[in-house]
Nanobody, 121 residues
Framework: QVQLVESGGGLVQAGASLTLSCAVSGRTFRSVALGWFRQAPGKEREFVASIRWSGGRTNYADSVKGRFIISRDNAKNTVYLQMNRLKPEDTAVYYC??????????????WGQGTQVTVSS
């Protein structure tokens, strides 16, 4: 069973940086990629970024491209999301998910518990 634990959220001012971590346990050789998603109050969960365990290929939502950086440490089974130049609209609960079945609709069998990111203006 795959388990994911996010950490690193908090309250910051606009323009600041924050780095989230997602520690993964129970990952097997079949695991292909990990994704970060976020959900703001009253909105649906949306894709933020993804990274493949092998090769490290990354993908970003347009809203965060150029500001956020996703990376991984295979030895630690941990994926990071470095968030730079944060904006109030980045405020949300951030979740990591292992091998989502539907990236666009944020469907996955395994999710972390989420970590709150609040950006004040």
């Amino acid at each position: 069973q795959v388990q994911l634990v996010e950490s690193g959220g908090g309250l910051v001012q606009a323009g600041a940086s924050l780095t989230l971590s997602c520690a993964v346990s129970g990952r097997t050789f079949r695991s292909v990629a990990l994704g970060w998603f976020r959900q703001a109050p009253g909105k649906e969960r949306e894709f933020v970024a993804s990274i493949r365990w092998s090769g490290g290929r990354t993908n970003y939502a347009d809203s965060v491209k150029g500001r956020f950086i996703i990376s991984r440490d295979n030895a630690k089974n941990t994926v990071y999301l470095q968030m730079n130049r944060l904006k109030p609209e980045d405020t949300a609960v951030y979740y990591c998910a292992s091998d989502p079945t539907d990236w666009a609709r944020a469907k996955a069998d395994y999710w972390g518990q989420g970590t709150q990111v609040t950006v004040s203006s």
